[in-house]
């Protein structure tokens, strides 16, 4: 199995990663293993994750959830699925 997973930093950011093994993932996360950006905002707490089949489908919905801005990364977190579209970021206008 893998996962795609959402941590909520002491700050209150997000953070969106993938991985084989969650728990140990999670240990590494706040033991100041983890990313770079976690490491300063520790401690980080699991809010969400999803299963995948393979490490390469989780990564990819990482990459996905990763350009998704906090407002609608916490409307997967608490199921507002019908909310998702909507809070979808615009495309920005040019020039």
């Not at 002491?10 to 990663?17: A, E, F, I, K, L």
């Not at 240990?27 to 950006?37: F, V």
Request: charged share 30%; aromatic share 10%; hydrophobic share 35%.
């Amino acid at each position: 199995m893998a996962y795609m997973y959402i941590l909520e930093c002491s700050d209150r950011s997000t953070y969106v990663g993938s991985t084989r093994d969650l728990n140990r993932r999670l240990i590494q996360h706040n033991e100041g293993m983890g990313a770079l950006y976690t490491r300063a905002r520790l401690p980080v707490r699991l809010l969400y994750f999803e299963e995948f089949q393979n490490v390469g489908d989780a990564f990819r919905r990482e990459k996905q959830v990763q350009t998704w801005g906090r407002a609608k990364r916490l409307a997967l977190v608490h199921g507002r699925l019908e909310e998702l579209n909507r809070l979808s970021r615009k495309p920005r206008r040019s020039g």
